[in-house]
């Protein structure tokens, strides 16, 4: 590895980057006063720093105006919701009616299986992918349960091919060809968190009503990082958090999307709550439960104004860029990533790179095997000030964000990484 080649190519891609102001609207955490390289992005974005600001002004607004604060407030905290359809919509492809910003992933996932997974007796399996992210196999396996059902009959995951965790679309449909009577729902991730594998959500949707199954989306690693077209490719409903790659912090407000078509639709069974009543009757406190039309009829409670505020300072970073340009970068920074540690593989042949090869088939991660000396390795990275994430047995996950990454960032990892590899083999 030429170091001094590596930097000046980074430098040069950093000053034809279109995106490389948006890096200073955010705070980078530092160790003894030295910024960390951030590559977590995929776990934690990085918090915007006018969030600081948009935080003090609703606790501003409550120490002066208490409860008035919900018609009074700068941004009335009655209708403060309403302000992320429109920004929400341009990030996963949908009508403004067809998203709300409310309560949590998870918490998300299974108010829509309440209205999308219908289970019968000869119709009752959910499809996920394989080695998902825990909290979607209990969430799928629970609901399973709570119709009645057994997980172990009702529950398929769709598993790569031994010795790879990619798992092909033709796979799933293949399973979907098979099972075509008794699947009544598919559930996938827009975006692998282990592999960061994207999916060709389209397709997959295409092949699950086929069969005759509902189709929804977990986007947590795939809002804010690849295109999506929910409302034109069909989808049925979609979940997401808002702290990863749309960076409005910690356990952040999470969004749900319903395809307009359901928007309507009365036989649809979900839970309600007071939130989710059509506004011009919600504080007439009738008896019976009216539904808001579109996603909005999906709210439970009144909405989390603090951790919306911060949701809020993200989403007009969001707003000030096309998102074309997050995502023209995502390729070419990710591909830099690939390029730099495939050099390193070459050297160290205990090194492997678990993403896909195809930039189209990724989001902004590569995911790195270590055969040996992994946690070592990812410890002495952690010491030297690298912020990325270690999954047992043998993989580090590495997150270029394309709002606050940059190519030198990339090229220091590339750098430290190498030398903590030759340190290793003296
Ligand atoms: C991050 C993530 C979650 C987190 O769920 P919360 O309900 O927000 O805690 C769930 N599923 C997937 C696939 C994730 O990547």
Not at 115 to 141: C, H, M
Request: proline share 4%.
């Amino acid at each position: 590895m030429n170091k001094s080649t590596l930097m000046s190519k980074a430098e040069g891609l950093d000053a034809e980057d279109k995106l490389s102001r948006f890096r200073d609207l955010f705070s980078i955490p530092t160790i003894n006063n030295n910024q960390v390289l951030y590559f977590c992005g995929n776990s934690l974005g990085l918090m915007p720093k006018s969030a600081t600001e948009y935080l003090s002004r609703e606790t501003a607004d409550w120490s002066m105006l208490g409860v008035a604060g919900h018609h009074e407030a700068s941004s009335p905290w009655l209708s403060y919701h309403r302000m992320f359809a429109k920004p929400l919509s341009k990030i996963v492809g949908a009508l403004p009616s067809e998203v709300v910003a409310m309560n949590s992933l998870t918490v998300n996932l299974h108010l829509m299986m309440v209205s999308f997974y219908r289970p019968t007796t000869t119709r009752n399996k959910i499809l996920i992918v394989g080695q998902e992210f825990p909290s979607d196999r209990y969430a799928a396996a629970s609901q399973i349960l709570f119709h009645g059902f057994d997980p172990q009959h009702s529950l398929i995951e769709a598993m790569p091919e031994p010795g790879s965790q990619i798992i092909e679309e033709s796979h799933i449909e293949s399973i979907l060809a098979e099972h075509a009577d008794s699947i009544a729902m598919v559930l996938i991730s827009g975006v692998h968190y282990y592999s960061g594998q994207r999916f060709d959500i389209e397709r997959i949707c295409k092949a699950a009503h086929n069969a005759g199954a509902t189709f929804g989306v977990d986007l947590a690693h795939a809002v804010g990082n690849v295109e999506l077209k929910l409302h034109d490719w069909n989808v049925d409903f979609a979940v997401w958090c808002s702290y990863k790659y749309l960076n409005s912090g910690p356990g952040g407000v999470g969004g749900a999307f319903v395809h307009q078509q359901h928007a309507a639709n009365p036989s649809l069974p979900r839970f309600a709550g007071w939130w989710g009543n059509d506004e011009a009757s919600r504080f007439q406190m009738e008896y019976d439960f009216s539904a808001a039309n579109g996603a909005d009829g999906w709210q439970l409670s009144n909405a989390p104004i603090l951790s919306m505020a911060a949701h809020k300072a993200s989403l007009d970073i969001f707003d000030q860029v096309e998102m074309v340009d997050i995502f023209r970068k995502r390729d070419q920074l990710t591909q830099f990533f690939f390029d730099v540690i495939c050099s390193i593989a070459d050297e160290f042949d205990f090194v492997s790179i678990v993403s896909h090869a195809d930039p189209q088939r990724r989001g902004a991660q590569i995911s790195i095997r270590f055969e040996k000396q992994g946690k070592e390795i990812f410890n002495r990275l952690a010491e030297q000030g690298v912020v990325v994430d270690w999954r047992n047995p043998s993989v580090i996950r590495v997150a270029p964000a394309p709002l606050y990454n940059s190519y030198t960032d990339v090229a220091k990892f590339g750098i430290l990484l190498h030398e903590i590899l030759e340190d290793l083999r003296n």
